[in-house]
């Protein structure tokens, strides 16, 4: 594999990879590709130009550039900080609904929470750790599970943190407002018991309970990045996003959260993806993209 942003030389460099407004030339899309790597491990190929295209030429026309070559040059300069922020937001993939791959979520009412909520009751510490939780629907569809079983959950020493690299999709999550569309996922029960209508802007929406928040804190985190945890955690959600990074950059990640697990800790992962690399002898495959932590953590990495 060449490294980002690397050409081959039998190739153009002005090549237009994606027509339109502003050309998306070779060395556009490789310098972009190669900064989004630097980012946040995100891969992108050239099979990725009309993708790059269709989401960066609004915010080129936004900052009144004319075109991508100016807008490589702003996002690799110092003073382009904030618009390379800007374009990590738009490259980044933030598709969610409650209860995404909902055999997760009976795995974790039917053979986990049972013996953590015992732990709860009996003065343990229980942390769960959604990564990547765009704008909150994961974190809030565990919550949900958890006061299912436990409704004085927030009483106890029992909490969720929900982390993602964008902080826009971030600020979403904090206020947990959705349209009714995505609740379809929601029973009935559940979204009476823990929703209420508010208008957002003229807009009707509905917003998850007091409840739920006490339960999820949600903090800004690059999983390429130094991770600043000082415990461990009974179970990792990673879904659906391991897979934007290449073989070497996931072998990494999985690595890393095996460190963050104790023996018996789960993590659960997309329907796309599969640990791999040393650390899948650190973990039993227990059932669809479920996994056991076995063996002692040798010493915690993050």
């Not at 339109?20 to 630097?38: F, K, Q, V």
């Not at 609004?58 to 003073?79: M, N, Q, T, W």
């Not at 795995?107 to 009996?122: F, G, T, Y």
């Not at 982390?163 to 979204?191: C, F, N, W």
Request: aromatic share 10%; charged share 25%; glycine share 6%.
């Amino acid at each position: 594999m060449r490294p980002m942003g690397a050409t081959d030389s039998r190739q153009s460099p002005d090549e237009v990879m994606a027509n339109g407004e502003y050309p998306l030339t070779r060395r556009d899309l490789a310098e972009i590709a190669a900064m989004i790597y630097s980012d946040a491990g995100i891969y992108l190929n050239d099979s990725k130009a009309s993708l790059v295209y269709s989401r960066l030429s609004k915010h080129i026309r936004a900052l009144g550039l004319k075109g991508f070559r100016d807008y490589c040059a702003l996002v690799s300069s110092p003073e382009g900080a904030p618009a390379r922020r800007e374009m990590l937001s738009h490259l980044t993939t933030n598709f969610t609904r409650f209860f995404r791959e909902n055999h997760h979520f009976e795995h974790l009412r039917d053979e986990v929470l049972p013996q953590l909520i015992a732990r709860a009751k009996s003065g343990g510490r229980v942390r769960i750790w959604s990564a990547a939780c765009s704008d909150g629907q994961e974190p809030y569809s565990i919550a949900l599970t958890v006061l299912s079983m436990l409704p004085n959950a927030a009483d106890y020493d029992f909490r969720i943190l929900a982390t993602d690299i964008d902080p826009k999709i971030l600020a979403q999550a904090r206020m947990g407002a959705y349209d009714e569309g995505a609740l379809e996922t929601v029973s009935p029960a559940m979204r009476k018991q823990f929703f209420r209508e508010v208008d957002v802007a003229g807009r009707r929406k509905f917003q998850v309970d007091d409840r739920l928040k006490k339960l999820i804190t949600f903090n800004e985190l690059n999983l390429m990045a130094q991770w600043p945890f000082k415990g461990q955690f009974d179970m990792i959600f990673c879904r659906n996003v391991v897979i934007y990074f290449d073989e070497p950059t996931q072998v990494k990640i999985w690595s890393r959260f095996a460190a963050l697990l104790p023996e018996g800790g789960h993590l659960y992962i997309g329907h796309s993806e599969r640990v791999s690399g040393e650390s899948k002898n650190l973990f039993d495959n227990i059932g669809i993209t479920t996994y056991r932590r076995i063996g002692k953590t040798p010493g915690r990495r993050a």
